[in-house]
């Protein structure tokens, strides 16, 4: 067995995941418009069947039949605590920075008649939050970092460190299918695909994610609690204006504890450099047909979405 994993084998399982999320999801919908509130009633059962048997089971399924070493597939290294205390104080403002961003994608597409809505609802009780940390925060950690800084950015570190994570990030950015939510989710990828690299662990990542999510589920609570819902909600400029200034503060402080971070992490990884320009290597790995077809896929969502939205 060996932990070398080639980047069309990789392409390949990514794509079938993007199809089994597509069909799966689309299915869910047709079966709630003759089942009105079926996905409402049963989101989190859908989304935790999702996560480990649409996302998990294929890229554990291509490991064991490519007889893939898994540890060193995945990186399944340990890392010391110290960065790990800066990746939890890092996701504070990073998460308000990622939903800086997603709000300005907001509130340019609201002139198009787009109104803000929860995807989830929203926890009542402790019961409710638990639960939600556990579908929210916990699966993704584990299902989608195994996907996306597992087993593709160990096949784009061939093409040097920098390139696997940002190409890894755009597939993930992609991979959400949703364009209110693509620039927070290729921020947030680059900045979890940073840390596995200078951890020399998918841990990193994992930790780094159930964070931001489980952050996003107190959010979500602590909003409910205090101003309702939200559905259809309208950003106002002053609000736009506000979010802008308060992302940039974010980023700020986001950074100086990135440069703590770097320096707490100098000499346990080793970076490999890339062979040619990272733009050459974006070309060349979206040209891949697995990947085409799914920009393309995401394309025609996306344009589907925006002609619904102008109906």
């Known amino acids: 067995m ?3 994993i080639r980047e069309t084998e990789a392409n390949k399982v990514y794509f079938a995941v993007v199809i089994l999320n597509l069909i799966y999801f689309l299915g869910a919908k047709a079966v709630d418009r003759y089942c009105f509130g079926f996905l409402r009633a049963n989101n989190y059962l859908i989304l935790i069947i999702n996560q480990f048997y649409f996302v998990l089971f294929p890229v554990l399924l291509y490991l064991i039949v490519k007889r893939k070493d898994i540890k060193e597939a995945l990186k399944f290294n340990k890392f010391h605590p110290l960065p790990g205390i800066l990746i939890l104080l890092i996701s504070v403002p990073a998460y308000m920075g990622v939903s800086s961003l997603n709000v300005m994608i907001v509130y340019v597409l609201q002139s198009s008649g787009y109104t803000l809505k929860e995807s989830l609802p929203t926890p009542q009780n402790l019961g409710d939050i638990i639960l939600s940390i ?29 390139s696997a994570v940002v190409i890894s990030s755009i597939l993930f950015g992609i991979f959400h299918f949703d364009l209110t939510n693509l620039s927070g989710p290729i921020f947030l990828g680059m900045l979890i695909g940073y840390y596995v690299i200078r951890t020399d662990s998918i841990f990193a990542g994992m ?20 101003a309702g819902t939200g559905d259809g909600s309208r950003i106002t400029e002053d609000q736009f204006i506000a979010v802008a200034i308060f992302g940039v503060i974010c980023f700020v402080v986001m950074i100086f504890l990135l440069i703590c971070f770097h320096k707490a992490t100098r000499g346990k990884c080793e970076l490999k450099l890339s062979r040619t320009s990272i733009i050459k290597d974006i070309i060349s790995v979206m040209c891949h047909w697995p990947i085409l077809l799914s920009l393309l896929l995401y394309i025609v969502y996306s344009v589907i979405f925006l002609i619904n939205q102008l109906l």
């Open 2 to 4: 060996n932990g070398r």
């Open 134 to 162: 556990l579908v929210v925060a916990v699966s993704p950690a584990i299902c989608e970092e195994i996907l996306h800084r597992g087993i593709l950015l160990k096949a784009y570190e061939s093409r040097g460190s920098i």
């Open 207 to 226: 930790l780094a994610h159930f964070a931001n999510n489980f952050l996003s589920v107190l959010v979500q609570y602590y909003s409910g609690r205090w």
